[in-house]
């Protein structure tokens, strides 16, 4: 697995990045080496977070926590992932036919979700607007996400509010 290690408002110390390397090598067995990993810590005043990304075959598992110490953070965001592995292991073994997480058999057993149940279906016009009037339109109606067609590039995209009180932008690529 690839590791990349990123700091914002702050530089993570190599002692964090063996950490990172040594509990992301629990990851190994479900994913080979060909899949990526982008560990993020962010120094707050009273906390540290930590994000952790793994891309693999055009899948994305993605953890963030939050703790006093970067490391402890580190150690909840993995523990996590896990979790989000195991507890999907059958909808991914139909997704990866068995190849991609080969040892997702031998992971011990996690009650499993067998079906999606979708209680509202909703459809929206996707007029043109600017990422900023999707913002205002989508804190006016009080959701967590909007979707919209960018006036810009003429796509559609979906605007979100993020947990540290700041905005995504979800663009499609092709």
């Given at each position: 697995?690839?590791?990349?290690?990123?700091?914002?408002?702050?530089?993570?110390?190599?002692?964090?990045?063996?950490?990172?390397?040594?509990?992301?090598?629990?990851?190994?067995?479900?994913?080979?080496?060909?899949?990526?990993?982008?560990?993020?810590?962010?120094?707050?005043?009273?906390?540290?977070?930590?994000?952790?990304?793994?891309?693999?075959?055009?899948?994305?598992f993605r953890a963030q926590a939050?703790?006093?110490?970067?490391?402890?953070?580190?150690?909840?965001?993995?523990?996590?992932?896990?979790?989000?592995?195991?507890?999907n292991r059958t909808k991914l073994?139909?997704?990866?036919?068995?190849?991609?997480?080969?040892?997702?058999?031998?992971?011990?057993?996690?009650?499993?979700?067998?079906?999606?149940?979708?209680?509202?279906?909703?459809?929206?016009?996707?007029?043109?607007?600017?990422?900023?009037?999707?913002?205002?339109?989508?804190?006016?109606?009080?959701?967590?996400?909007?979707?919209f067609r960018n006036a810009a590039?003429?796509?559609?995209?979906?605007?979100?509010?993020?947990?540290?009180?700041?905005?995504?932008?979800?663009?499609?690529?092709?």
């Amino acid at each position: 697995m690839n590791i990349t290690v990123v700091g914002r408002k702050c530089t993570p110390r190599d002692s964090f990045k063996e950490r990172a390397d040594k509990k992301l090598a629990k990851l190994d067995k479900f994913f080979g080496d060909e899949a990526n990993a982008k560990v993020t810590a962010t120094v707050e005043k009273k906390y540290q977070t930590v994000e952790v990304t793994v891309e693999n075959s055009g899948m994305f598992f993605r953890a963030q926590a939050k703790a006093e110490n970067m490391n402890d953070a580190l150690d909840q965001c993995v523990d996590l992932l896990i979790r989000q592995i195991r507890k999907n292991r059958t909808k991914l073994e139909k997704r990866f036919r068995g190849g991609a997480i080969p040892d997702l058999e031998a992971a011990e057993e996690i009650e499993e979700e067998t079906q999606y149940d979708v209680v509202r279906t909703k459809v929206i016009p996707l007029k043109p607007q600017s990422v900023e009037e999707a913002i205002l339109q989508m804190n006016m109606l009080g959701h967590q996400f909007y979707m919209f067609r960018n006036a810009a590039d003429g796509n559609v995209a979906l605007v979100y509010s993020r947990e540290d009180g700041g905005y995504g932008l979800i663009v499609p690529q092709e």
